[in-house]
Structures are given as C-alpha cells and as structure tokens.
C-alpha cells in the first residue's frame, strides 16, 4: 500500500512537471501596473482586459487612488503607467520634464442639478458665481425660489480641477462646502437633494439629474470636440521617459482604431482622433483643422 | 552523575520542543511590537513634517478655521486650520456615545437580569448580525434614510453633524451593548442573591447593586464605542457632507478628520504640504485611539471587581 502511495506521488509529480514545462516556453507571462485616476480606471480596465485578451499571458493591473497618486506614482518610477486627468504640470510638485504624456481620450464634464429645478440654461458668468458662493438663489439665475446647495469634489480632483479652471476667471476662487469624494456619490446626492448643483464627467450622467446647458450650448460629444462645450479634460496616460516594451505596446493598443472607435465611445468618452481643437497645459485652445 | 546525565536526551528534546514553541511566540510578539511601532513612527513622522519641513506653527494648526492645504493667506501663511475637523469629530463621538449609551445599558440589562432567555434568542443574534454590517452599507443607509428624514425633520440638506451622529449611534450600538452584556454578567451571583436575601426588589437589585458594581465595564463599553465612532471614516463621510467649516449647527455640512482624509488622501502627491498635512491629522487620530486605550486600562485598573 505504502509503495502504492508513493508512486502514485511521483506519477504525479512527473505529470505535474510535464504540464508545467510544456506550458513554460509557449507562454511568457509580463504584466504592467497603471495607476491613478479613478475616472480613467473603467477606460483603462476595459482596454487592459480586451488587450489581454487578445494577447495571451500580457496582464495590465490597473488601480485607481485619484490623479495625484498616479503623477506622483509615475514620477518616482514605481509604475509603468501613471492615469491623470491633468496635465502634469498643473501639479506644481511634479517634475513634469521626465514625463512623457499620452493623450488617449477626451471627457466633456456638465453641470448637473437636482431634476426638480426650473433652471435648464445658464450663462457661465452666473455659473462661476455660483460656485464660488456670489449667487445664492435660483430665482437669480431664473428659477424657483429655492436656496442653492453647491456640492463640489474634493480639492485636488481632477474634475474638479477641470471645472474650476475652465468655468473660474482668473481670481475667482471657490466657496467652502460640501465636498464628496467620487463621482458617484455626488450624483447621487444631487439627485436626491433639492436645490442642489454639482458637476460630473459626462459617462456618469443618468435620468436621475438634469443638465445645465451653458449659454446655449448643450453638453454633448459633438460640442465637446469643436470646444463649443469647453468643460473638457484630456484623459493623460504618463510614462517615465519613452514608453518600452509591453508598456509601449499597450499605450499603442489604446490609441489603435478598434480601441479609439469602438471601446471608447461605448464607456461614454470621447476619441482622442475626433478632437478638432487641441489644448496645452496653460489651458489655450488651438484649432487643428 | 552518570545515571542523571543517560536520562537527559530525552528530556532535552522535549526541551527543545519547549524552547522552540517559546521562540516562536517570542518571534510573533516582537513582530506585532514592531508593527505597531513602524507604524507609529511612520505617521507620527510624517505629521510632524508639516511642523517642521513646512513651517506651520501648531497653534495655526489647532486653531486655524481656514482649511485649503496649497494655499496662503495674505501673509504667506499656508491655511491648514484642523480645528472644524477635530471639532466635527469630538461632537459625533461624543453625542453618539451619549445616544449609544442608556439604550445599550437598557438592552444589557434586558439580556442580563430581565430575561436572559429572550435576550439569547433574540437580541443576540440582532445584535451579532448589527456588528457583521460593513461600514459602508451604514453609510449608504444613512445617505438614502437618514439625510432625507434629517432633512424633512429640520430643513437645510440633511448632511451634517445630526446624520452623522444618528449613523454612528446604529454602528456604536453592537459595541457598547456586547461589551455591556458582559460586565453585567461580570457580576458576581451573590451579589444578587445577597440583595434579594435583604428584601430588594429586582429594581433595587438591579439600579442599587448590579449598575454599580458593573460601573467600570459599562465605563469601559462606552469608551470602546466611543473610540470606534472616533476612527470611523467611510459611512460618516458619506453623511456629513464634508465641508471643512466649524459647523453653526447640527444639520449644515461639517466634517471630521477621518472623513478629511480618506476624501484627499488620493489627490495629493507624497512628501507636499497637502499629503503632509494629511499625515497631522492621521497622528491627532493614532494618538487619540492611544488615549481611548489607555482610558480603558486605567478604568479597569481603578475598578475592577473585588471578591
């Protein structure tokens, strides 16, 4: 029985070794980290698993911890691919000369309010007032009289950072209040609290709160890529230096046509290969056609 | 000699065993010591760098009321004023602990002297099923339950100190009652049966003779509640509405340290005056939950139950 058992052992620890050997030399195993914005993470899981699936034994570990973690991430090498909202030189304590930017989509961002509010249209100039607490009611602005709640994202968000440096004129600077960590939860609390204003990135709107159009302009794709729409923010992919090997090819894979037209505009952003306008770090817009 | 010293391999083998479970116990510990350490050194070494690589004085830091970390006043002072965050936080810890507190005595005593019985079956398990709930189902209750009926009751948004307060009483509740049930149960019987043997009512026994002789470990329950509401971050943060501001009342947005820090901790880069900051007010939090400890030592030290 014993003698039985023990070659039972090495019958399989021989099969074992076979298996294991004949899988070693067909499939090498690599795998990347990206790191950071947590609006970016949905874009770059589904192409991470797309690109994995078509390329057997590549793994792209995305994570999300918010912009400021994938840039400083970045800059000290510990990943091979920092996600950011914005520039990298909009964070002043980033040496953003080391990095290499990849723009890989675009994101329009809307106001949003609870559905109740009379108010569909607003002009910027009253937008910004709002949010830095000039305006109060929304009879102001042509609606009910009803006291206005700003919520805004945490300080350093890049939405956040988006809204304010696109909606604020120089000087401006926003009221203290509410403050909500994700994009989901201030959805949800704008559409259960009256009188409330925030703002989202457009993949996250649903029936449950209203948009505001801005002097007339719709918050949609199409206005987004002619700058119509100027609530807009670049989705970054950094790389320290130039991007190599599996890193290089993924960022590659992201920028492809069946990525650019297919996957992205199904998770609600934009293709970097639409964009009409292009805009720098200092926020200047430039017409590319 | 000779015969002793043929005996000892076997005893020293057994030795051996005995030494060698000795050192892993001993390896285990220091390990947890050293943990505990690291950690405390790595926070409380990060917090002081807003002290002393970035040059706020600590009354600034206290008893400042501006928080915007990465910006200055006309002075050039950076404004990271802790003081609506530690306010925020003591006042939830505090009322919750004071709500918490007579109805988990109630609910002990109910299990304990009233009826044992029910107590086991019932009240039990409802209370073990309370302890399993993740924090952040309480947090999501609070923001579709609590903030709306807040907000029906008293007007304004809902979100703020009251919601909070009202979320960490649910969450403090298991706590403070299991640890109630068992310094009521602490009791020794004859007390009981001593009260009973004079004449007492089963009040008297209970308000006279049971409460107080149970007061350090009630004492030490509240405690334990009220450090477990002190250090909850996610469902306050997700009633509160976190604006840092010294709150006018209960029912406009505030905020406690935890729910500052787990909102910012993502967007700030590591070794700045924003994620350092952060860090001072992680170290008010270490050393807080420090002293909830030492507050129950000493509680249990003064009073523990004699005879």
Not at chain 1, 199 to 227: C, H, Q, R
Not at chain 1, 254 to 259: A, G, I, K, R, T
Not at chain 2, 209 to 230: C, E, K, N, Q, S
Not at chain 2, 245 to 251: W, Y
């Amino acid at each position: 029985m014993k003698r039985m058992n023990v070659l039972n052992k090495m019958l399989f620890l021989l099969s074992g070794i076979i298996f294991l050997s004949a899988c070693g030399p067909v499939v090498e195993e690599e795998s990347i980290t990206a790191v950071g914005s947590s609006a970016m993470q949905p874009l770059v899981e589904a192409a991470g698993e797309q690109y994995s699936g078509e390329n057997f034994g590549k793994f792209i570990n995305v994570q999300g911890g918010g912009s400021g973690t994938g840039l400083s991430q970045i800059a000290a090498g510990a990943v091979e691919i920092g996600n950011s909202d914005i520039f990298a030189e909009e964070k002043e304590e980033i040496d953003a000369s080391q990095l290499k930017d990849h723009l890989v989509a675009v994101v329009g961002i809307t106001p949003i309010v609870h559905p109740d509010i009379d108010v569909s249209d607003v002009s910027k100039e009253d937008l910004a007032k709002i949010f830095t607490g000039e305006i109060t009611n929304w009879s102001e602005v042509g609606g009910q009289d009803l006291e206005i709640v700003v919520l805004n994202r945490a300080s350093g968000s890049g939405t956040r950072a988006t809204f304010e440096s696109t909606v604020f004129e120089e000087g401006q600077e926003a009221m203290v209040t509410q403050e909500q960590e994700s994009s989901g939860t201030v959805r949800s609390i704008v559409s259960s609290t009256p009188g409330t204003i925030s703002y989202i990135a457009f993949p996250y709107v649903d029936d449950s709160v209203k948009v505001l159009s801005i002097n007339g302009v719709e918050p949609a794709d199409e206005n987004v890529v002619t700058d119509d729409w100027f609530i807009w923010s670049y989705q970054h992919m950094y790389t320290n230096g130039e991007p190599e090997g599996l890193t290089k090819d993924f960022i590659e894979y992201v920028l492809s046509e069946p990525v650019q037209e297919n996957l992205i505009p199904r998770l609600g952003y934009i293709p970097i290969t639409q964009m009409e306008v292009q805009k720098d770090a200092e926020g200047n817009i430039i017409e590319t056609e | 000699m000779e015969q002793i010293k043929d005996t000892q391999p076997t005893r020293s083998t057994k030795r051996n065993q005995e030494r060698f479970g000795k050192t892993i116990s001993l390896i285990a510990t220091l390990l947890i010591v050293l943990v505990v350490l690291s950690i405390l050194f790595f926070v409380l070494s990060r917090g002081l760098r807003t002290f002393t690589q970035h040059d706020v004085s600590v009354l600034d830091f206290f008893a400042g009321t501006e928080w915007r970390p990465g910006e200055t006043d006309d002075a050039g002072n950076a404004l990271v004023g802790a003081l609506p965050m530690i306010v925020g936080s003591f006042v939830v810890t505090l009322l919750s602990a004071l709500l918490a507190t007579p109805v988990s005595i109630g609910a002990a005593v109910f299990m304990t002297e009233v009826s044992p019985k029910a107590g086991k079956k019932i009240l039990q398990p409802a209370i073990e099923l309370l302890v399993g709930i993740p924090s952040v189902v309480y947090g999501f209750i609070g923001l579709t339950v609590v903030v709306p009926f807040v907000r029906q009751l008293v007007g304004g948004t809902g979100f703020g100190m009251l919601a909070g307060t009202l979320v960490l009483f649910v969450m403090i509740l298991p706590t403070t009652t299991s640890m109630a049930v068992d310094a009521l149960n602490a009791v020794p019987r004859h007390y009981r049966e001593a009260s009973f043997a004079m004449g007492g009512t089963r009040w008297q026994t209970i308000y006279r003779v049971v409460l107080r002789a149970a007061m350090p470990g009630l004492l030490t329950a509240i405690v334990f509640g009220m450090a477990r509401a002190f250090g909850e971050a996610l469902a306050v943060q997700m009633v509160i509405g976190n604006a840092p501001v010294l709150p006018d009342s209960f029912t406009t947005p505030a905020s406690t340290l935890t729910s500052i820090l787990t909102m910012n901790m993502g967007n700030t880069v590591f070794g700045t005056l924003e994620n350092d900051v952060l860090w001072s007010l992680a170290s008010i939090l270490l050393v807080m939950s420090l002293v909830f400890n030492i507050v129950t030592r000493w509680i249990g030290k003064k009073g523990a139950i004699k005879g």
